[in-house]
């Protein structure tokens, strides 16, 4: 075989191949590929992964960076966690049925892939791309047909994932400041009504504090036992000069004796009447008989002085008993003083005995109120810290990622260029020519050898 004739027939070979893998290549679809590089600098150091929306969200081999640990709002109350702080989070908001769905419907990628809504979310996933690196950064990517739309999408995935951050950040922001809101005005009812059941519990025991009341009470409590006693040894005493004033008083007014210091002469004068009487019918008798009308007369004097005698000795007794009488009006007087102090100084005594006898409990009280106003201050100086921590976290609130990289816009498809299906439709051509020349040489040669 001659190498004159068969470079010809290699050479159309490689034209043949070269012309079909050109064409080939030409009409294959061509993609484009647009990355972001995202860095979060909340998120700790950890081992990376890689997580795509078709594989797992929160992590691949070796685990994925965690969120960093909550902003404490109110202490062992509200712990509040920095939504979106890690790649880890990130990745979830972006492969999230909500934020796909967004996007496929404001690019039109299931009108142009030809599928309905549920057959389009599996084959964006395929399509974009989420990357967890090591060092706390997500890479972004995102393939299509077309080179100008996919650093849109890859842009507007972004704007999607700033969005959700800060709205999600904003809502528990705002949720926790009026969370501890409410605590701060609870904190500051429960102070006023300590200090309202304070003062009240001081008016209540004389507007001082207890500890000085029970000194008080405690001392007036002495007093009033010693005046008590005091009053009674003098009531017991008036008593009996009263009852022996009665009785001397009774014996004189029997006796018709005029007591002394009365300033009233009657019973006096009554018995002298009856003396007078008593002698004139005595000298009558002398002189006369029985029967004589001035004996009888002298008698019936005598009865009449007598009667009036005894009536006013009742009358007298009488007075004495009821008191009424100037014999023992002054022991009487004296008597009722007395005994008013007493009674008085025994209720006074009773009502401090009550106190004092309520004295623990209200002191208990007290102490009990003032230990839970100091808490309660104490705990409302925390809340006012925490609420205005809680309006600052809420009005500042810095970004939880940067853009490192921006989105690119592909310059070329992906796969190879066309000079390699050039070349290795030229390769092949010619190499297949010279493989049907060769088989012909020997089966030709065969065929020769044969005859």
């Given at each position: ?42 998120a700790g150091r950890s ?10 969200a929160a992590g691949g ?33 972006l492969n999230s049925r ?354």
């Amino acid at each position: 075989m001659k190498l004159s004739r068969i470079l010809p027939r290699v050479i159309l070979g490689i034209i043949i191949g070269a012309a079909i893998a050109t064409v080939v290549g030409l009409l294959l679809p061509r993609t484009y590929t647009s990355t972001a590089m995202l860095y979060f600098p909340g998120a700790g150091r950890s081992s990376g992964g890689v997580s795509t929306a078709r594989g797992d969200a929160a992590g691949g081999e070796g685990g994925a960076s965690q969120d960093q640990p909550g902003v404490s709002i109110v202490e062992n109350i509200l712990v509040i966690p920095r939504t979106g702080t890690s790649p880890s989070s990130a990745i979830l908001i972006l492969n999230s049925r909500t934020v796909t769905e967004e996007l496929i419907s404001r690019f039109g990628l299931a009108s142009e892939w030809g599928l309905p809504m549920e057959l389009a979310i599996p084959e964006f996933r395929r399509v974009f791309r989420c990357v967890e690196g090591r060092t706390a950064e997500l890479r972004l990517s995102f393939v299509d047909r077309t080179a100008h739309r996919a650093p849109e999408l890859v842009t507007a995935a972004i704007e999607i994932l700033t969005d959700r951050v800060d709205e999600m950040t904003r809502k528990r922001a705002q949720e926790s400041v009026r969370f501890v809101g409410e605590y701060l005005k609870q904190s500051e009812k429960a102070c006023l009504n300590y200090q309202k059941e304070i003062v009240a519990l001081q008016e209540k025991v004389g507007g001082t504090t207890p500890d000085a009341q029970l000194q008080t009470l405690g001392q007036i409590y002495g007093d009033l036992q010693r005046q008590l006693t005091d009053a009674q040894v003098e009531a017991s005493v008036t008593d009996s000069q009263m009852k022996a004033t009665t009785d001397v008083s009774e014996k004189m007014i029997v006796s018709a004796l005029e007591p002394s210091g009365t300033g009233n002469a009657l019973l006096g004068s009554l018995y002298k009447t009856v003396v007078d009487r008593e002698a004139e019918l005595a000298l009558l008798r002398e002189k006369f008989t029985d029967q004589r009308p001035e004996v009888v007369q002298a008698r019936q004097a005598l009865a009449a002085a007598r009667s009036s005698l005894d009536a006013e000795v009742a009358r007298q007794l009488k007075g004495l008993k009821s008191g009424a009488s100037p014999l023992v009006r002054e022991q009487i007087v004296s008597v009722v003083t007395t005994r008013a102090r007493v009674e008085g100084l025994q209720r006074s005594f009773e009502e401090v005995r009550q106190k004092l006898a309520g004295m623990p409990a209200l002191q208990a009280r007290y102490t009990q109120l003032n230990a839970d106003l100091r808490d309660e201050r104490t705990r409302l100086s925390l809340l006012r810290s925490q609420y205005s921590r809680a309006e600052l976290f809420a009005q500042s609130r810095e970004p939880q990622f940067v853009v490192v990289d921006p989105p690119t816009l592909p310059s070329r498809p992906n796969g190879y260029d066309l000079y390699y299906f050039v070349l290795f439709g030229g390769g092949a051509g010619g190499l297949l020519m010279l493989l049907i020349v060769a088989g012909r040489w020997v089966k030709r040669t065969i065929g020769d050898l044969g005859v």
